[in-house]
Structures are given as structure tokens and as C-alpha cells.
């Protein structure tokens, strides 16, 4: 499957529905996401954290492939954090084997061409070598579609990834 710019609409309804309420960022869905658990999102689970509100992290631990379905919930939730907040931070653990299925590479790699920006900050903390060398692929394939670098980088643990997340927020007054 392409991705189509109607797609935004229909994966936000998505992202809504599986993630609770995350389009309006209230209720349960924030106070849950907020917490110390993770809830689940396909065969990974995910956390809001950071910032006033449900904030601006969205935290992501892979268990295993990520499917069409998981990346386009996950690519809707990215979407409503920078509409609320005008950035976003992810922090992604790869916990299992990891890596993207075909349609949900080619799916991302439309996305990134249509949503290129400068206020996402990605770090993959922890990931196996076999993992760091798949990332750094997608990586130079990204870069050459959206003519520039996109701004990953691979960390050793989740507290390198927040110390820089920290860093950031001051330096860039977030």
C-alpha cells in the first residue's frame, strides 16, 4: 500500500481508535499514557511522556516486526504530538527482532517524502547490531528521498536518550 495524502485523515480516525483518545490528547488516554505502564500498540507498546499535558515522547518499544498497521498508528500519533506541541521526540527500544515489513517500509518512506520536518528528533536506544545496521540502511534510503538526513540517532540506553532530550529542550527553548 502507497501512502496517499488521505491517508492522514483515516489513520488519525485509526490512531484515535487504538490509541484511545489521542487526536483531542485527554482524558484516560493521557492519564494512562502519562504512567509508568505501557499500553499496547499492535505487538509493541507505547508511553507518552515529557512536557505539560500527555506530552511531547512518544515512547515506543518494538517486540518483534512492525507491520503496515502498527507504522500508520504510530505515524498518526507522531502527527497529532507536533500538531499539539510543534515538535516530537521518539524514543524507540527495540526489545525484539525488530525491523519493517516491506509495506511498511515502502508506507514510511511515502510518509517521510510528504511530512518532511526539522522539530522530529528520533532515538533508538539499545538496539542489537543486526538492528543498528538495518536502522542505518533505512537511514541513507530516507536521506535520499528527502534530500537530507533525518535527525536519528542510535543511543546506548534510555537515559543517554532523555539526557539528550533534555539538551535539546534547552537549547532549542522547548
Given amino acids: 500500500m502507497q501512502y496517499e495524502a488521505s491517508d492522514d485523515a483515516r489513520n488519525n480516525a485509526i490512531a484515535a ?7 483531542r490528547f485527554s482524558g484516560d488516554f493521557a492519564d494512562q499514557a502519562r504512567q509508568e505502564l505501557f499500553l499496547p500498540l499492535g505487538s509493541h507498546e507505547y508511553r507518552l511522556e515529557g512536557a505539560e499535558g500527555p506530552g511531547d515522547v512518544f515512547h515506543w518499544r518494538i517486540h518483534g516486526p512492525v507491520d ?3 507504522i500508520k ?5 507522531v502527527q497529532q504530538i507536533d500538531a499539539r506541541y510543534g515538535h516530537v521526540f521518539m524514543l524507540i527500544r527495540i526489545v ?14 511515502e510518509w517521510r517524502r510528504h511530512h518532511a520536518s526539522d522539530n522530529r528528533w528520533v532515538y533508538v536506544a539499545g538496539a542489537a547490531s543486526v538492528s543498528r545496521a538495518l536502522i542505518t540502511l533505512v ?8 534530500g537530507r538526513q533525518p535527525s ?3 543511543v546506548r540506553d534510555e537515559d543517554e536518550a532523555r539526557r539528550l532530550i533534555a539538551e535539546l529542550r534547552v537549547r532549542h527553548g522547548l
Fill in 17 to 23: 481508535t487504538s490509541l484511545g483518545s489521542a487526536s
Fill in 68 to 70: 503496515l498497521a502498527d
Fill in 73 to 77: 498508528q504510530v505515524l498518526a500519533a
Fill in 96 to 109: 525484539g527482532p525488530g525491523g519493517f515489513d516491506p509495506a511498511a517500509r515502502r508506507y514510511y518512506f
Fill in 139 to 146: 537511514l541513507r534510503g530516507t536521506a535520499l528521498l528527502i
Fill in 152 to 154: 536519528l540517532q542510535l
